[in-house]
């Protein structure tokens, strides 16, 4: 593979005689240094420098004012993308799969910083408000010679908002039933010559079960408060930047009388970062350098209740619940242009420190270390661009794969954008796959399921190709179609072994034993006129069938998605309208038919839905109130079963939502005048 890889580099970069152009968003970046106010409309997420999203090697998708869809969190945003699934867990909270891959391969960023504390896999998205954000850049693909691991499946990059040297003040009140309440104050200023932009947020969620009688609920009660900090100097072309963010969440999950006593547990979340960031953007280089620090505690204490006096009893901390992860930082990047042969060049590097403890990783704490080089070079050739790019990368604990990507991008005289790749993705063993250490007894048997230091990365191979089409524009009308197909291959998938008897003793360990593979694509047609925008789009995705065996069973089991999105402006009046249908999700599950007997396949689908978002804003630009309105799950879905084809009988519940909420939304935004 590295010699095919080295091959095509040769074949690509060879000609030194080639008709050279002006990059791609190269007319665009240099706006961007003349005026400020176009750089908000340029990606940062894996490129070489700031460029505009239609031009792009690397298609990233951006998800522009989330406050317009009366979207609170990231799990709220993301819900309606087509190819992004995300599911529900009552305790971990909510997690996200891009393309059938699944959400311990997507990466979470920040401002390109590493979200860190994962929990069976899942950052959960609700700990992660909306306030403080511009925008949101998603890729949907391996992004690991850029992001290493866990950025198999792709990335989610939240961009902040950057503070303003006008003086600003916005506070804001958002209500919903079923006990949900949101407060934002946000403060802008200046600080001599730099800006200043603090968020503060408060969250509390009663939850909320479709049974009411019962005290346990699928949606747990939330109480969650988190603030950020941004200070931003700019000078000609450099700025500095630092950036801190802390938040704290309750989450409680009420328990069941059994005797008249009841056991609540009570999860107390932490996570704190902290980036310091310096950019320059010059005429023919480009640093962009962050080192930071962020953690993330987690721990459980559980609290009896008494049916009889509603009073609280005895708690008890229990340590083999703690949580607690911490990650160092450091990363840097340098982008050259004008370079001989016509080349864009970039290198890069960073080194990360991650410690994972809490009562169930062996000695109580582990440490990983892992450092990278990564780099590559752009060629345009006419209408041909042509990217190639790898990360070589040592850690402490696991080999890592030799990681390349090569992306192709081709403008056509008829006004499509072809585009091309493969890219290698991996992700690294967790520290609790390293170093788990845990046992309990459950009647005459002991069950002991222990780490494995011996565990290689997962590794996948991802190709990807994509067309943009400008069918028509005409003074303010414009209809684009987007279009994809994809493919990905994961081999050495970790999981955990089959148990192993030793008399009462019972033991399992985590090995590489598993592959994935999963394929499918979009299609989207995006329609605008002046302040009317409507996108409609349908994907398929199809994930291997794990127990086809050749014979009657389909080797792919699938899906069909649709997404419509209303985008429209009245003045100050904004209404969004985002529908997305989920189809029929089908697949197979083996049953145990008793001892001694062998299993049977039985095929089982879980029903299709249909999400309805609607919501009013209206917010003027300057000093003003700020109302909104909406209802989030018009169509009133709530939990899906998994039906057994044949029998008709439920096997298990799938948490989607939790049925239709109104939202109202009234605040108050003042902003003075401009130094």
């Known amino acids: 593979m590295i010699d095919v890889w080295l091959g095509l580099m040769f074949l690509v970069f060879a000609d030194s005689d080639a008709v050279v152009k ?15 106010s176009i750089r908000e409309h340029l990606v940062v997420t894996a490129q070489f420098r700031p460029e505009s999203a239609k031009e792009t090697i690397i298609p990233v998708e ?20 087509l190819l992004l699934d995300v599911t529900q867990n009552t305790v971990f909270g909510s997690g996200l799969s891009i393309g059938g891959v699944s959400g311990e391969n997507v990466q979470i960023l920040r401002n390109g910083m590493p979200v860190v504390g994962r929990l069976d896999g899942i950052i959960d998205l609700e700990q992660l408000g909306l ?4 925008r949101v850049e998603i890729i949907k693909g391996p992004t690991s010679v850029y992001y290493g691991s866990d950025a198999m499946g792709g990335v989610v990059n939240l961009i902040p908002k950057r503070p303003a040297k006008t003086p600003e003040w916005e506070l804001t009140g958002g209500y919903r039933d079923q006990g949900d309440e949101e407060q934002t104050l946000k403060a802008g200023f200046a600080l001599g010559e730099s800006g200043v932009l603090v968020t503060l947020r408060r969250r509390h969620f009663d939850g909320h079960d479709e049974n009411p009688q019962t005290r346990n609920r699928d949606w747990a009660e939330r109480r969650q408060q988190d603030g950020s900090f941004h200070w931003r100097r ?14 704290d969440e309750k989450l409680t999950d009420l328990g069941e009388f059994t005797d008249d006593v009841a056991w609540d547990q009570a999860y107390h979340t932490r996570r704190t970062s902290h980036q310091l960031v310096f950019d320059h953007h010059g005429d023919r280089m480009a640093v962009d350098f962050f080192a930071g620090y962020s953690d993330y505690t987690r721990d459980r204490t559980s609290h009896q209740v008494n049916a009889l006096s509603a009073a609280s009893g005895a708690s008890v901390v229990d340590p083999a619940f703690d949580n607690a992860f911490d990650m160092w930082i450091v990363k840097g990047m340098v982008s050259f242009k004008d370079l001989p042969a016509g080349l864009e060049g970039q290198l890069g590097f960073d080194w990360s420190r991650e410690t994972g403890s809490g009562g169930r990783i062996l000695e109580g704490s582990q440490t990983m270390d892992n450092g990278a080089l990564f780099g590559g070079v752009r060629r345009q050739v006419s209408g041909l661009v042509v990217q190639a790019m790898v990360r070589v990368m040592e850690n402490s604990v696991y080999q890592v794969p030799f990681t390349p990507s090569l992306h192709f991008r081709y403008d056509d005289v008829g006004g499509r954008v072809w585009r091309l790749a493969y890219s290698r993705g991996f992700r690294g063993p967790s520290v609790k796959q390293l170093y ?7 009647g005459p048997f002991q069950y002991q399921i222990y780490g494995n230091e011996e565990l290689d990365a997962e590794r996948g191979d991802h190709y990807n190709a994509s067309l943009n089409w400008s069918l028509w524009e005409r003074g303010t009308h414009t209809l684009e179609l987007e279009s994809r197909l994809f493919f990905n291959a994961i081999q050495d998938l970790i999981a955990l072994s089959a148990t192993v ?25 995006s329609w605008k006129q002046g302040t009317t925008a409507v996108m409609l789009g349908v994907a398929r995705t199809e994930t291997a069938n794990a127990l086809a065996d050749g014979g009657s069973l389909p080797s792919y089991n699938g899906r069909w998605d649709g997404r419509l999105q209303v985008r429209q402006s009245f003045g100050l009046n904004h209404l969004s309208l985002t529908a997305k249908h989920v189809g029929d999700q089908p697949g197979f599950l083996e049953v ?21 978002d609607l919501y009013w804003r209206r917010v003027r630009t300057g000093a003003g109130p700020i109302l909104g309105a909406g209802i989030k799950n018009v169509t009133d879905v709530r939990n899906r079963e998994s039906i057994a084809v044949a029998s ?9 939502d939790r049925g239709r909420v109104f939202q109202l939304e009234m605040g108050w935004r003042w902003r003075g005048r401009s130094r």
């Open 131 to 134: 306030s403080a954000y511009d």
């Open 592 to 612: 145990s038919q008793g001892r001694n007997k062998p299993s049977v396949i039985e095929e089982i689908q879980v029903p299709s839905y249909n999400l309805v």
């Open 62 to 81: 951006v998800i522009k004012a989330p406050a317009m869809n009366g979207d609170r969190d990231l799990r709220e945003l993301l819900s309606a993308e």
């Open 22 to 36: 002006p990059p791609p968003g190269e007319h665009v970046a240099q706006k961007a240094e003349a005026d400020p």
């Open 436 to 442: 788990l250490d845990f046992s309990f007894t459950a």
């Open 234 to 247: 700019d000078f000609k072309k450099v700025s500095v930047s630092w950036l801190s963010s802390v938040t």
């Open 648 to 656: 008709g009988t439920a096997h298990a519940d799938h948490q989607i």
């Open 501 to 525: 008897a030793d008399g009462n003793v019972v033991r399992r360990s985590y090995v590489n034993v598993d592959e994935h593979r999963a394929r499918g694509g979009d299609l989207s047609l």
